[in-house]
Nanobody, 122 residues
């Protein structure tokens, strides 16, 4: 019943910017954390950035100073502002959420979006 829908991907030249959005919907009691991961062809999926419900953020070293993650808890939405994009940022970006679906859940569960393509090239 839980669905994560990503948007904002596309093609951009080096040095350009994109903003990704991910909205969670369905049977959600509470969200503990949300984040972004990416996977390039032939490589494993890697963490880009995460943010907890309290606002604590974590970034991969490769994107620090260029990317900013934020949340709108009222809308169950997470954003990733990507500036100064580089060709090595090219990948499929996946939204992730850790959440409870009911007040009786003992542990949170992970949910994933379908992914959105980001391509950085000249």
């Amino acid at each position: 019943q839980v669905q994560l829908v990503e948007s904002g991907g596309g093609s951009v030249q080096p040095g350009g910017s994109l903003r990704l959005s991910c909205a969670a919907s369905g049977s959600i009691f509470s969200i503990t954390a949300m984040g972004w991961y990416r996977q390039a062809p032939g490589k494993e999926r890697e963490l880009v950035a995460t943010i907890t419900s309290g606002g604590r953020t974590n970034y991969a070293d490769s994107v620090k100073g260029r990317f900013t993650i934020s949340r709108d808890n009222a809308k169950n939405t997470v954003y990733l502002q990507m500036n100064s994009l580089k060709p090595e940022d090219t990948a499929v970006y996946y939204c992730n959420a850790g959440l409870y679906t009911s007040t009786w859940s003992a542990r949170p569960a992970d949910y994933w979006g379908q992914g959105t393509q980001v391509t950085v090239s000249s």
